[in-house]
């Protein structure tokens, strides 16, 4: 019996659409991710990016348990002494709703060359339009 390996000639991507109210943040996080790195294929092969285009509506409206929502907290630094940066979530989905899912889901991809490609393949809009409708999204519940 021979392992399959999967080539970069034979890649074919699917566009996916979901809804960030549906479910927790983390949750929804492992499932984005889980397409992008494509291993939810039969051909995955963990050398070569098969994964899939993930569009994400509703991020605004992001579903967190617990206290969250004013306890978690993103960091940033200017490269300055004293430069740090700190703001709460609730904040941060004021501010841009887009940068939690994307952090979320970046934390969640191996930390290796083929990160930045499959985060690029992550289209993330705050409220129910996209831009993507001609790709024909699938949508996942």
């Known amino acids: 019996m021979k392992t399959y390996s999967q080539k970069a ?5 699917d566009w996916y659409l979901i809804d960030a109210g549906s479910m927790p ?6 499932v984005i991710a889980d397409k992008l790195m ?7 092969t963990p050398h070569i990016d098969n994964g899939d285009y993930v569009v994400v509506i509703n991020a605004k409206n992001v579903v967190v348990t617990g206290e969250k929502m ?8 200017s490269g300055y002494p004293g430069g740090i940066k700190e703001l709460k979530l609730e904040e941060v989905i004021e ?29 993330v809009f705050a409220g129910a339009e996209h831009a993507h409708a001609a790709q024909n999204p699938k949508e996942i519940k």
Not at 38 to 44: H, I, L, P, Q, R
């Open 9 to 13: 000639s034979e890649i074919s991507r």
């Open 25 to 30: 943040l983390g949750k929804l996080a492992v």
């Open 70 to 77: 004013t306890q978690k907290k993103y960091y940033r630094h």
């Open 95 to 123: 501010k841009n709703p887009a940068r939690v899912i994307e952090e979320a889901v970046k934390e969640m991809l191996p930390k290796n060359k083929l990160a930045a490609e499959r985060m690029k393949r992550l289209r």
């Open 38 to 44: 494509g291993k939810s294929k039969v051909t995955y």
